[in-house]
T-cell receptor, first 115, second 114 residues
Framework: AQSVAQPEDQVNVAEGNPLTVKCTYS??????LFWYVQYPNRGLQFLLK??????LVKGSYGFEAEFNKSQTSFHLKKPSALVSDSALYFC?????????????FGKGTRLHILP | DTGVSQDPRHKITKRGQNVTFRCDPI?????LYWYRQTLGQGPEFLTY????????KSRLLSDRFSAERPKGSFSTLEIQRTEQGDSAMYLC????????????FGPGTRLTVT
């Protein structure tokens, strides 16, 4: 069965500092991995995805994520945090061994960027 | 920019009433998904369509829930005899066919059952 874990409910980072939001996954086959961001009272907004190829994936708003197969992780990173990055971040995974396109979301990590 | 739209954005209803939500996907997307999100949780899959065919339903989707996508364009999600436990954000998403394509989400419909 596929699953996603986001071990931190909340992450606090000072503005201008690098940020990392952690995600680990479990699948039977190979993973497709996604990061989404949610602002208050809004739907989820796609940030980036890993399908195949380079382990470092670049996405919107200066975010990037590193796929690590041996550690089954897909941590979200940004070199310099902005106050406007404060939001709820979700990691999601699809198991390619499945025939459907169902993706499973983590519980989310709330990111607070402190001015 | 015509993204995914949902209507209404908010719905307050009394327990036992029926409610219906609408989702309009991105026009060229043939996959449409419904999710439910409660406070402190990520979205939970409910059901999805490819064109007008409903391909899978979650165990979360009790027999009080029904979804349709009659012409392969917009979709409706109906909840009959609402219960307080149905209070949640209902999210719709659409994508192209193929698991490597990301899903694009609408703003959601927040349901409050009193």
């Amino acid at each position: 069965a596929q699953s996603v874990a986001q071990p931190e409910d909340q992450v606090n980072v000072a503005e201008g500092n690098p940020l990392t939001v952690k995600c680990t996954y479990s699948v039977s086959g190979n993973p497709y991995l996604f990061w989404y961001v949610q602002y208050p009272n809004r739907g989820l907004q796609f940030l980036l995805k890993y399908i195949t190829g380079d382990n470092l994936v670049k996405g919107s708003y200066g975010f990037e994520a590193e796929f690590n197969k041996s550690q089954t992780s897909f941590h979200l990173k940004k070199p310099s945090a902005l106050v406007s990055d404060s939001a709820l971040y979700f990691c999601a995974v699809r198991d390619t061994i499945r025939r459907d396109d169902k993706i499973i979301f983590g519980k989310g990590t709330r990111l607070h960027i402190l001015p | 920019d015509t993204g995914v739209s949902q209507d209404p954005r908010h719905k307050i209803t009394k327990r036992g009433q029926n409610v219906t939500f609408r989702c309009d996907p991105i026009s060229e997307h043939n996959r449409l998904y419904w999710y439910r999100q409660t406070l402190g949780q990520g979205p939970e899959f409910l059901t999805y369509f490819q064109n007008e065919a409903q391909l899978e339903k979650s165990r979360l989707l009790s027999d009080r829930f029904s979804a349709e996508r009659p012409k392969g364009s917009f979709s409706t999600l109906e909840i009959q005899r609402t219960e307080q436990g149905d209070s949640a954000m209902y999210l719709c998403a659409s994508s192209l066919v193929g698991g490597f394509y990301e899903q694009y989400f609408g703003p959601g419909t927040r349901l409050t059952v009193t």
